[in-house]
């Protein structure tokens, strides 16, 4: 089989993507895959069922933060030249007359790698994935540090006896970048997948965790930390791109012409598709299939119609484990549903007819939710307002207090209800989304969802408090996972 037959490319825009993941269990709330009954059941609650969002790409409120004059490199050094390149282990020096070393860096765990020692470069192989080097002049002034990277191949991977067709998976993970920002700063590249290469889009894909870290903990591992056994000759790439998108509405958009560039060089070798971010909650995702399964498969038929479903991290998971263990036994034809033992999500690959799609049946936290819900706004001054205000600022300083952090923090202060919102036709209690203000020297902004109980208590109905604005540095003395929630006392010092 040839490479071109064998390529499946995916393209990931994705959200930003720190801490343990979790979600509420809200009266019913499973983290199961459900089927649907034949049934007529009746809505209970506003999370029985799900109305998506369709949005504008070019909405005003986005269009004055588009500056298609934003230039990443203005004030890079352009003298700079590379003196250390890496190849097959090895590290070579392109300038004479200067002293280089390099190290290895392995992961030792979540946070911490494991630094090997630095070793001149001129009798050294290094073989790990990821490699600095480190250049000093005659005088001992240290010119250059760089790091490295490359793929060392392995030796211990179980092989295959089958004769099943495997495809390769290439994925291009394009950080904290949304669905409209592709469609905005990615024209050509979109176009190029959607009009040559047969792209489904799947505009409706909910994020399960605030950032980088608890998503791709869906992707890669799912409920259960399994290893993942990849044979020899089919191969499984994926490249993460972290910076390009991240802080800058506009930074994608010189990356364009070099990523069609790409596609368009390795057309022959690949097919592919993307995956991306429609807003800070909701990655979209486009696949693009071997032109082989195009023709003798009704996989796109089943891909357009899942497109149009609520769709997870866990969803993209079930089909990378569908590509892996399943669908080479049937040449890629079985679009029969089918539940993965110990896993969350339903295959791409495969009907979803009957999987009840909502962030209830999911394993959404509610406040990631993209689903639309039939609400009331309500007046920001009222007392409901006010308490319900309260409630969530108790509940932030409580969370520091509960972390031993609060002396490190200012203690926050309810200052006014920007916005609160109820939800209609549900009967687990009166719930609100509300949007707060603190006082100063914090002025941070936080939206959640909260309950009042039969018995007039509040308590929490999102896993967690958002923060709504930006906070720079205020929170700098804190873990990754309370910076947003702390301004810390001592400014401008970690």
């Not at 979109?190 to 799947?202: I, L, P, Y």
Request: one cysteine or more; hydrophobic letters at 35%; aromatic letters at 8%.
């Amino acid at each position: 089989m040839k490479a071109s037959d064998r390529g499946l490319l995916l393209v990931a825009g994705c959200l930003a993507f720190a801490l343990i993941w979790a979600f509420i269990v809200l009266d019913g709330y499973t983290t199961t895959l459900i089927y649907a009954s034949d049934g007529s059941d009746t809505v209970v609650d506003p999370f029985d069922e799900c109305i998506l969002p369709h949005f504008d790409p070019w909405n005003q409120d986005i269009v004055p933060f588009v500056n298609l004059d934003s230039n990443p490199l203005k004030n890079c050094n352009r003298t700079f030249k590379v003196i250390t390149r890496l190849k097959s282990n090895v590290l070579y020096s392109t300038e004479k007359k200067v002293n280089c070393s390099g190290r290895c860096l392995n992961r030792k765990s979540e946070n911490i790698n494991d630094i090997g020692p630095w070793i001149p470069i001129n009798s050294a192989v290094f073989a790990c994935d990821v490699v600095e080097s480190t250049c000093d002049d005659q005088n001992g002034n240290n010119i250059e540090r760089m790091i490295h990277a490359q793929i060392v191949e392995r030796n211990d991977r179980e092989k295959k006896r089958d004769n099943h067709t495997y495809y390769d998976v290439y994925v291009i993970l394009l950080d904290s970048t949304s669905a409209s920002q592709a469609i905005r700063n990615l024209p050509k590249t979109m176009h190029f997948f959607e009009k040559s290469m047969d792209a489904v889009s799947f505009p409706h894909v909910n994020k399960v965790g605030l950032n980088s870290h608890p998503n791709a903990i869906a992707l890669f591992f799912g409920p259960v930390l399994a290893p993942v056994l990849l044979s020899d000759k089919p191969k499984f790439a994926w490249l993460w791109l972290s910076l390009l998108g991240h802080d800058d509405e506009s930074g994608l958009i010189h990356a364009d012409s070099d990523f069609l560039r790409f596609f368009l060089d390795n057309k022959k070798k690949v097919t592919r598709t993307e995956l991306g971010n429609l807003d800070v909650n909701n990655p979209a995702f486009t696949i693009s299939i071997p032109r082989r399964l195009r023709t003798t498969t009704n996989i796109l038929s089943a891909l357009r119609a899942n497109a149009v479903l609520l769709q997870t991290m866990y969803d993209v998971r079930a089909t990378f484990l569908d590509i892996l263990k399943h669908q080479p036994a049937l040449n890629f034809t079985d679009r029969s549903p089918m539940i993965f033992e110990g896993e969350y999500g339903a295959s791409l690959l495969r009907s979803q007819e009957n999987v009840k799609k909502s962030c209830k049946h999911l394993p959404i936290p509610v406040e990631y939710c993209i689903c639309t819900y039939e609400m009331e706004d309500l007046e920001s001054s009222t007392q409901l307002a006010n308490e319900t205000g309260n409630f969530i600022v108790w509940y932030i300083n409580s969370a520091l207090r509960k972390n031993n952090v609060s002396h490190l923090c200012e203690h926050l202060k309810h200052d006014r209800t920007l916005k609160i919102s109820s939800f209609k036709g549900n009967k687990v209690g009166k719930m609100y989304s509300v949007t707060i203000r603190v006082k100063p020297p914090s002025m941070g902004e936080f939206k959640a969802v909260v309950r009042r109980t039969d018995g007039g208590e509040f308590e929490m109905v999102s896993a967690k408090v958002s923060r709504v604005n930006r906070f720079g540095n205020t929170g700098a003395c804190m873990s990754s996972a309370l910076k947003s929630l702390c301004h810390c006392k001592k400014q401008g010092k970690s």
